[in-house]
């Protein structure tokens, strides 16, 4: 069993700067990718920022040069650097990881994130 604690969000005015982190904790956690993902209500969680099991990441399109996705702790902890934040980075943000030889998935609670001036 895998589990993930997320830490940072919280309210921003636009063109600030938040921090999201994700470390992942379990006894027998095997080659993964981990990423963080954005829902507001009524749409789809869509991805923000994820690796890859080829080690590139991959960034949503209205993030691109604004989010930086690094990780560290031999790869389970990542860490979101959000910049120049807009109101419609608003939302719940979730860590994510997947084990992608066991094909298992595994979801954070879920951290607010509000721009708003």
């Known amino acids: 069993q895998v589990e993930l604690m997320e830490f940072g969000g919280g309210l921003a005015q636009p063109g600030g700067s938040l921090r999201l982190s994700c470390v992942a904790s379990?006894?027998?956690?095997?080659?993964?990718?981990m990423g963080w993902y954005r829902q507001v209500p009524g749409k789809q969680r869509e991805l923000v920022a994820g690796t890859s099991s080829d080690g590139s990441i991959n960034y949503g399109d209205s993030v691109k040069g604004r989010f930086t996705l690094s990780g560290d702790n031999g790869g389970a902890a990542i860490h979101l650097q959000m910049n120049n934040l807009m109101p419609e980075d608003t939302g719940v943000y979730y860590c994510h990881l997947a084990e992608y030889y066991k094909g298992t998935n595994y979801w954070g609670r879920g951290t607010q994130v509000t721009v708003s001036s």
């Open positions: 379990g006894s027998s956690l095997s080659l993964h990718v």
